[in-house]
């Protein structure tokens, strides 16, 4: 059984950063694509962006692509999400999610952290 656990929301102004943290343990992370999602109140939870297991694939949704940027680092077992230039629609609970297909779709990832709040003022 896999344990994700986010870290790094809080508050901050538009046009600020955020990096999010996502420890893993549990299995073998290296062996686990890692994706990120977010879900913003009364909405859907929606994709952020993914990475394969090796790093050498990434995906981002169009609203993020060009500010977001996923990364990880598989011997400390951690994802990570650099967000910049921050937008209030993009304040969401965040979301950290491992499967084993590097995918856009939820029911690809088998296991999902407990979220993190993000807020980013106007």
């Known amino acids: 059984q896999v344990q994700l656990v986010e870290s790094g929301g809080g508050l901050v102004q538009a046009g600020g950063f955020l990096r999010l943290s996502c420890a893993a343990s549990?299995?073998?992370?290296?062996?686990?694509?890692m994706g990120w999602f977010r879900q913003a109140p009364g909405k859907e939870r929606e994709f952020v962006a993914a990475?394969?297991?090796?790093?050498?694939?990434?995906y981002y949704a169009e609203s993020v692509k060009g500010r977001f940027t996923i990364s990880r680092d598989n011997a400390k077992n951690t994802v990570y999400l650099q967000m910049n230039s921050l937008k209030p629609e993009d304040t969401a609970v965040y979301y950290c999610?491992?499967?084993?297909?590097?995918?856009?779709?939820?029911?690809?990832?088998?296991?999902w952290g407990q979220g993190t709040q993000v807020t980013v003022s106007s």
């Open positions: 549990g299995r073998t992370f290296s062996r686990y694509a």
């Open positions: 999610a491992t499967g084993r297909a590097t995918t856009d779709n939820r029911r690809g990832y088998d296991s």
């Open positions: 990475i394969s297991w090796s790093g050498r694939s990434i």
